[in-house]
């Protein structure tokens, strides 16, 4: 089974910091993907990577930056966090760009 | 008009129902189309795959696509409460950046 984990199911800052969330799967995927899941909106994609230091922009980048040094490590970084970024962030990966994709279990971060 | 259109539910079932979730959309390009389950506090499953159209069975679960219509459905049969989540679907057109989801409907299987 493919195991994505990510490191923090539950965090909170203030707003300002700089926020890393890890992510990190254990089936030699080339895709990872970052979401954020908001009541109403459904999963929204960040940001996405097809390859080691390789990275596109999703729908909403905006106060976001990724970092993907490792095939099996995708970090989400929020540069200055603000308070409308309190949401659950989901990672997921793919083997292939159009097979389904696999997620971890979220972070759910809440900025003060 | 949304890409994925998804009734948010909440629907509520006896054990043992026949459960049918749907979503539609408007792009005739996806030709991918996936059902996810999310139980609370936790990512999404993966449950049922299809490409293109037609039925797939998978134990109590039964996924079809109706592209004619732009309509897919999930059937749950013999629902458990275990199956209490929010399914998700999901469908793309292939290609990266290019996947679509509905926004969830909930289920509470009655035991």
């Known amino acids: 089974d493919v195991k994505v984990t990510q490191s923090s199911r539950y965090l909170v800052k203030r707003t300002g910091e700089k926020v890393f969330l890890e992510c990190v799967q254990d089936?030699?995927?080339?895709?990872m993907f970052w979401y954020r899941q908001d009541p109403g909106l459904g999963l929204r994609l960040i940001y996405f990577?097809?390859?080691?230091?390789?990275?596109e922009k999703g729908d909403i980048p905006e106060g976001y930056s990724v970092s993907r040094e490792k095939k099996e490590r995708f970090s989400l970084i929020l540069e200055s966090a603000s308070t409308n970024q309190t949401s659950m962030y989901l990672c997921?990966?793919?083997?292939?760009?159009?097979?389904?994709?696999?997620f971890g279990d979220g972070t759910r971060l809440s900025i003060l | 008009q949304k890409e994925v259109e998804q009734d948010p539910g909440p629907l509520s079932v006896p054990e043992g129902a026949i459960v049918s979730l749907n979503c539609t959309y408007s792009?005739?390009?996806?030709?991918?189309f996936m059902w996810y389950r999310q139980y609370s506090r936790k990512g999404p499953e993966l449950l049922m795959y299809?490409?293109?159209?037609g039925n797939k069975e998978d134990g109590r679960f039964t996924a079809q696509v109706d592209k004619s219509s732009k309509y897919i459905s999930l059937f749950i049969r013999d629902s458990q409460p275990s199956d209490s989540a929010t399914y998700l679907c999901?469908?793309?057109?292939?290609?990266?950046?290019?996947?679509?989801f509905g926004t969830g409907t909930r289920l509470t299987v009655i035991p």
């Open positions: 997921a990966s793919s083997f292939d760009i159009n097979q389904p994709q696999h």
């Open positions: 089936m030699d995927h080339e895709n």
């Open positions: 990577s097809y390859d080691v230091k390789m990275k």
């Open positions: 792009n005739s390009a996806f030709q991918y």
């Open positions: 299809t490409y293109s159209s």
């Open positions: 999901a469908m793309s057109a292939g290609g990266a950046n290019n996947l679509f």
